[in-house]
Each structure stands twice: as structure tokens, then as C-alpha cells.
């Protein structure tokens, strides 16, 4: 059974660096062609696509976020963390994370329940 | 980078048909797989349409994606629309530089 779990503060305040830590079950990221993503969701917005992590370590980011984004994984713990430099307000969302296995379908097929991060002094 | 652009909302009444749309701005609709996701208030996304056109098991027949390189938009089809079926549904495809993005989501409502 695959399970992904979020957490992270709920609070930040502005400038503050936020870190998230996605625990997951069921799939291990050192299988061939296994990825993780961080997807956010601003309160009554769209989705927006953060970072994703492959099982070989390949990184991707958000054109528009890259410069504040670090994602990296402890495939020994199982987790994918995600940080975020320079938190403001408009960073308020659910920040998700979701798994993604190509060779099964390219689909984000499981994700956590999300966290809401506020970001407010 | 490119974007996906969806209607912000579209409704119909149970037992008809909807689509709901997705341009892509820049680069092929079809150089990349689209995909679509289901989410209802307080739930995190589900995949209805995967590959542009493949259904996940479990997701009913009602559910059907296509794409269109002459407008350069993808769509997804729902028919004979249930009650259940209202929620937000979201495009998401890639690039060749691995940039992911999603669509703006479309409200559907089942009237």
C-alpha cells in the first residue's frame, strides 16, 4: 500500500526558510524511474508544480521558484525534503507531495493529504 | 516555459455530456502527455485520464480524454454526468526540460 504524508510548520513568518518532509510507504526511490514531486495549492487556486526529485537524483524545479527551492531525498528514511527560502505571505497553501512512476503510467498516482503552511508574522 | 489554459467553470445537467478544455500556449499538445485530475473540496487530486487518453481502474468509462493538435489543446469528456462528477478538474502535461505545469482548473457543476 503506498502512502505519502507531509509535515512541516504550520507558521512561518515572512523571510523565514520553511522545510517540509514527505514520509512514504510502499515504493522505494531507488527504484528505476521513480520520482517524487512537491505540488502547492494557494487557498481557492490552482495547482502549481514545485520540484520534482528522480530515483537518480535528478532534480527539476519551477522556472519561477528555482532560486528559492533545494528538494532532496534520504532514501534510507524513505522521505523527500523540499525548501523554501524568503517565505511570504502569497507562499500561504497546501503544499503537497505525490509520487509519480512512469513506467506504470505518467500520472501522479498517489499523493499525501497535504500540509497548510501560513505564512504570516 | 508554456502554459495550460482552461475554462474557470462550466456546468451541465446530470445525464448530459460535458468537455472541459486545455490549450496549450506554446509547443506541441501532442509532444507531451497530458494528463487530468479530479479534486473535491477538502480532498487532494485524483487521476481520471492519464496519457492523454488512458483511464486509471476504477475511473468509469464515462471519463474519456483526447487531444487535438490542430487547436493544440487536449479535452477531457465526461458523459452521462452524476451529481458526484461536480468538482474541480485539472490539465497537466511537461516539457522537454522537465517543466511541469498545471492548468488554472475548471469548476464543473452538475445542475
Known amino acids: 500500500q503506498v502512502t505519502l504524508r507531509e509535515s512541516g510548520p504550520a507558521l512561518v513568518k515572512p523571510s523565514q526558510t520553511l522545510t517540509l518532509t514527505c514520509t512514504f510507504s510502499?515504493?522505494?526511490?531507488?527504484?528505476?524511474?521513480?520520482?517524487v514531486s512537491w505540488i502547492r495549492q494557494s487557498p481557492g487556486k490552482a495547482l502549481e508544480w514545485l520540484a520534482r526529485?528522480?530515483?537518480?537524483?535528478?532534480?527539476y524545479y519551477s522556472t519561477s521558484l528555482k532560486t528559492r527551492l533545494t528538494i532532496s531525498k534520504d532514501t534510507s528514511k524513505n522521505q523527500v525534503v523540499l525548501t523554501m527560502t524568503n517565505m511570504d505571505p502569497v507562499d500561504t497553501a497546501t503544499y503537497y507531495c505525490?509520487?509519480?512512476?512512469?513506467?506504470?503510467?505518467?500520472?501522479?498516482?498517489?499523493w499525501g493529504r497535504g500540509t497548510l503552511v501560513t505564512v504570516s508574522s | 516555459n508554456f502554459m495550460l489554459t482552461q475554462p474557470h467553470s462550466v456546468s451541465e445537467s446530470p445525464g448530459k455530456t460535458v468537455t472541459i478544455s486545455c490549450t496549450r500556449s506554446s509547443g506541441s499538445i501532442a509532444s507531451n502527455f497530458v494528463q487530468w485530475y479530479q479534486q473535491r473540496p477538502g480532498s487532494s487530486p485524483t487521476t481520471v485520464i492519464y496519457?492523454?487518453?488512458?483511464?486509471p481502474s476504477g475511473v468509469p468509462d464515462r471519463f474519456s480524454g483526447s487531444i487535438d493538435s490542430s487547436s493544440n489543446s487536449a479535452s477531457l469528456t465526461i458523459s452521462g454526468l452524476k451529481t458526484e462528477d461536480e468538482a474541480d478538474y485539472y490539465c497537466q502535461s511537461y516539457d522537454s526540460s522537465n517543466d511541469e505545469v498545471f492548468g488554472g482548473g475548471t469548476k464543473l457543476t452538475v445542475l
Open positions: 510502499g515504493f522505494s526511490l531507488t527504484t528505476s524511474g521513480m520520482c
Open positions: 526529485i528522480n530515483w537518480d537524483d535528478d532534480k
Open positions: 505525490a509520487r509519480i512512476f512512469p513506467r506504470d503510467g505518467y500520472n501522479y498516482d498517489y
Open positions: 496519457e492523454d487518453n488512458q483511464r
